[in-house]
């Protein structure tokens, strides 16, 4: 990965695709540091005592919410560092990164999020109640970020590489970046819709 040591690799994608699994591998086959703002959404929202689909609500009015999120990535692209970056809105703020959307059927989203203990404030009481608030959260925003940023992530030619994670494991996801970030930085042709 020599060639690769100050790259910016962005994951965005929907909820439950698969974006904190694909970090882990991808940080630990680089060796780059992790950065995960779902990390720090769920942090604060528990801080607040409410779940993340009501902190993303607040946020519509609450201009602070995501000034404190947003700001980790003006320090990041300053940084000559490598780092893999879990983030709804990295791809926008860190323009010359490696932008990659991970894409998942909601349904298997939800069964992932549900299986998921660390997930503390998205406990969901069935299939449904997740499927329904995981598409509410992804809707409110997409609206909140197109109004405030001009940034449209469901534009997905907005990325270098989408990938359904439907049917791959987190670890044949993360080699598909990894192949295909070489590729660009070598200058060869790639799918970027795999």
Known sequence: MQSLTN???????DLGSGKSA????????TGFEYVSTGRIQR????????????????ADT???????????????????DGYVV?????????????KVYLQADVHIAAG???SDPTRNSEQYGSLEEAVEKITARKQSENARFLKKYGADSTNLDNFDLVIDTAKRSAGEVAELILETMKKKVEGETFEHYV
Do not use: H, Y
């Not at 694909?22 to 086959?29: P, Q, T």
């Open 43 to 58: 942090q604060l929202a528990q801080e607040m005592g409410i779940d993340t689909l009501e902190m993303n609500r607040r």
């Open 22 to 29: 694909v970090s882990r591998i991808l940080c630990e086959r």
């Open 86 to 98: 879990d983030s709804r809105m990295a791809w926008f703020f860190l323009p010359d990164s490696f």
């Open 62 to 80: 609450d201009p602070t919410i995501d000034q404190r999120i947003d700001g980790i990535f003006v320090d990041l692209g300053k940084d000559p």
């Open 112 to 114: 992932r999020i549900l």
């Open 7 to 13: 790259t910016k690799i962005t994951l965005t994608g």
